[in-house]
């Protein structure tokens, strides 16, 4: 049963690791990284309980069916916020701390496990409700959203640390950003389980685009900036 679970976890796991191939973070930190989104997802948990405390967590689904605005507020002033900044959190209070985080790919590298630890825990929680179709499909797509998602804050946030620059303003911008987003996304598909598919679609291949794009620039970046600090075997031999 918790296969549609653990087989996307190692897919994604190793493709990341691939990813960062050039100089790849630590296994150990990397699985931290990923309990540490586990964490997340009890820490957003908590949240959603706290706001239910207060009566302010809504039930999405009834929503849906009762009003449209009302939908649109919660999933992007509640869901997109509260399950963003539980990722955000560790990553700032723990892997900015890491001596390994040394490159701007980096960013989005750890924030990806961190989503993928919460995506985890996310979808183990969700199978007491699910087909095993059902499971299976969500064992894929939710670590894909998740990821993007925290990849815009890590990526940000990722730079702004190695360039030695203040991060607030990027966390701030980055967190703002990829919490619309899921929000956004969320609506979508909660309003629209079915018709939605095609614009929901759109917008994840948009962000995977990106994505995918500016972590191939990155890479080379950081060859280049490799090979650039090797001295050359000619000036070897000329100093010789």
């Known amino acids: 049963m918790l ?3 653990f087989v996307p976890v190692v897919f994604w796991a190793i493709y990341h ?3 960062d191939r050039h100089l790849p973070e630590p296994p150990l930190l990397l699985l931290v990284t990923f309990l540490l989104g586990i964490g997340a997802s009890w820490l957003s948990r908590g949240m959603y309980l706290s706001l239910d405390a207060v009566g302010l967590r809504f039930d999405a689904v009834a929503l849906a069916n009762e009003s449209v605005l009302g939908l649109l507020a919660y999933a992007v002033l509640v869901i997109g916020p509260v399950e963003e900044l539980s990722k955000l959190l560790p990553f700032l209070l723990i892997v900015l701390r890491f001596r390994e985080f040394d490159e701007p790919l980096d960013g989005m590298i750890y924030a990806s496990f961190i989503a993928l630890g919460y995506a985890a825990a996310e979808n183990v929680y969700y199978l007491q409700f699910l087909t095993p ?3 299976l499909g969500r064992g894929f797509a939710g670590p894909v959203l998740h990821i993007l998602f925290a990849s815009i804050w890590g990526h940000w946030i990722g730079m702004a640390h190695v360039e ?8 701030i911008k980055g967190f703002a950003t990829a919490a ?12 629209e ?14 962000i995977w685009v990106w994505r995918l794009k500016l972590m191939h620039v990155m890479h080379l ?10 001295p050359s075997t000619t000036d070897d031999s000329e100093s010789r």
């Open 3 to 5: 296969l549609p679970v």
């Open 17 to 19: 690791y691939h990813k």
């Open 133 to 135: 179709v059902e499971a």
């Open 164 to 171: 030695g620059r203040s991060i607030t303003n990027c966390a």
């Open 180 to 191: 619309v987003l899921h929000g956004i996304y969320d609506f979508i598909v909660l309003l």
């Open 193 to 206: 389980p079915i018709g939605a598919l095609p614009v929901a679609g759109l917008m994840i291949v948009s």
């Open 221 to 230: 970046d950081a060859v280049a900036a490799n090979e650039s600090a090797q």
